[in-house]
């Protein structure tokens, strides 16, 4: 069950270590840094939300309300403690929720999970 899940995580989700460089060495100690344990990257098409654009290749477990749809789970990886599935367009994080968002071709969806400040 372990190894298939880690299988399905490995073939569908990108793993990147990102290089914050000297911009996080800042001498105010309590700045918080984020960083992205997965990544995965979808490619915008026209008239379609980031949601459906997710959900056409992904296993999706989502709640639904007024404000729009919140994603507990992608590809059987929940959010947890502080740790959550954001998503961004072209490198701005999502303003609203992801099935308000509608994409134009050649835009770069990122879905991150990302620990949220300590």
């Not at 372990?2 to 000297?22: I, N, S």
């Not at 490619?43 to 654009?53: I, N």
């Not at 303003?95 to 835009?107: E, L, M, P, R, S």
Request: net charge negative; with cysteine.
């Amino acid at each position: 069950m372990v190894l298939a899940l880690l299988a399905l995580v490995v073939g569908c989700v990108e793993k990147r270590e990102q290089d914050y460089g000297d911009a996080t060495q800042a001498e105010d100690t309590t700045q918080v840094v984020q960083r992205d344990s997965l990544v995965i990257e979808l490619a915008g098409a026209d008239s379609v939300t980031v949601f459906d654009l997710l959900q056409a290749d992904h296993q999706v477990d989502f709640q639904g309300s007024a404000q729009g749809v919140f994603v507990k789970a992608i590809d059987s990886i929940p959010n947890g403690e502080r740790v959550y599935w954001l998503y961004s367009v072209n490198d701005s994080m999502g303003q609203v929720a992801c099935d308000k968002y509608v994409t134009k071709d050649g835009d770069r969806i990122r879905w991150h999970y990302r620990k949220m400040g300590e």
